[in-house]
């Protein structure tokens, strides 16, 4: 009877594991985070993923792309909705988040002034003038 | 002929006095730029909506 009950305690506890790592099954695309890490595709001060300017990205990944900021808007216009902002304020604030932790080195974004910029080991990224310092 | 003069400078005075001051309107309206700051507020009143939305599309972001 104890064997069993710990049986099915084991059981309970590896079904809430599983549960738990469900979401890390949701990967990021990974042709899109390669092309993000050779400097192809980066992150706008917009909330958007974008093809930096003179690089050649495949069909597949320009696809890849579009496929991936249709679903940001999606997620944008949802939360926003939520908390009585538009989606391109919450675009924006997420924007926020991203420039001030998500960018690699080594990685391309494109800044507020719309120029596309590497981001180097010795300098900071550039983070847009609408977020709070 | 004194009371003339006085008449004549009298009337050169009023004549001065009645110069019409012009104000210029501004030919475009007076821009005040409040977007940075509405703005600012909004994504720091958003912040800890958008730290949720990247933790939660780990596939989007």
């Given at each position: 009877m104890v064997r069993k009950l710990s049986l099915g305690f084991a059981?309970?506890?590896?079904?809430?594991?599983?549960?738990?790592?469900?979401?890390?099954?949701?990967?990021?695309?990974?042709?899109?985070?390669?092309?993000?890490?050779?400097?192809?595709v980066?992150?706008?001060?917009?909330?958007?993923?974008?093809?930096?300017a003179g690089a050649s990205a495949s069909a597949d990944v320009r696809a890849r792309?579009?496929?991936i900021n249709i679903r940001r808007r999606a997620?944008?216009?949802e939360r926003a909705a939520a908390s009585g902002a538009s989606a391109n304020e919450m675009a924006a604030a997420v924007a926020c988040q991203i420039f001030t932790s998500?960018?690699?080195?080594g990685e391309r974004y494109r800044n507020e002034a719309g120029q596309w910029v590497q981001r180097t080991a010795s300098a900071p990224v550039q983070v847009p003038s609408f977020c709070s310092r | 002929m004194r009371q003339f003069q006085i008449f004549a400078l009298l009337g050169a005075v009023l004549m001065a006095a009645c110069v019409p001051v012009?104000?210029?309107?501004p030919d475009?309206?007076?821009?005040?730029?409040?977007?940075?700051?509405?703005?600012?507020?909004?994504?720091?009143?958003?912040e800890g909506q958008a730290r949720d939305l990247l933790q939660d599309n780990p596939?989007?972001?």
């Open positions: 059981a309970l506890a590896l079904a809430a594991g599983l549960a738990a790592a469900a979401p890390a099954f949701a990967q990021a695309d990974s042709v899109v985070e390669a092309a993000r890490a050779a400097g192809t980066g992150e706008q001060t917009d909330g958007y993923l974008g093809i930096v792309v579009d496929q997620a944008y216009t998500r960018i690699d080195v | 012009r104000v210029v309107a475009r309206p007076i821009e005040i730029n409040l977007n940075v700051n509405i703005r600012q507020e909004v994504v720091v009143r958003l596939d989007l972001f």
